[in-house]
């Protein structure tokens, strides 16, 4: 009973809007592994970079408001 009740607080977690850079930062190394190298915030979203294992650089924004996290596409 406990467990399951943690399990709906991650849930709820991952469209928990963010407040920081450090959370947005985590939020995006959840969707996409890898190492994040550098964090930018603009009045709606935030714009992660992370490194991944393969050694390609790919940019993930979060949204302010909803949480949402997607993968930028094109080229960076």
Same mark, same amino acid.
Not at 25 to 43: D, S, T
Not at 55 to 58: F, Y
């Given at each position: 009973m406990i467990s399951l009740s943690s399990m709906s607080i991650s849930a709820q977690d991952t469209q928990t809007p963010p407040r920081t850079k450090s959370e947005a930062?985590?939020?995006?190394?959840?969707?996409?592994? %890898? &190492? #994040?190298?550098?964090?930018?915030?603009?009045?709606s979203k935030y714009r992660v970079k992370v490194l991944q294992k393969s %050694? &390609? #650089?790919?940019s993930v924004d979060v949204d302010k408001k909803s949480g949402k996290v997607s993968r930028k596409k094109g080229k960076d």
């Open positions: 930062a985590k939020k995006a190394q959840q969707k996409v592994n %890898g &190492r #994040v190298l550098k964090v930018v915030q603009n009045k %050694g &390609r #650089v790919i």
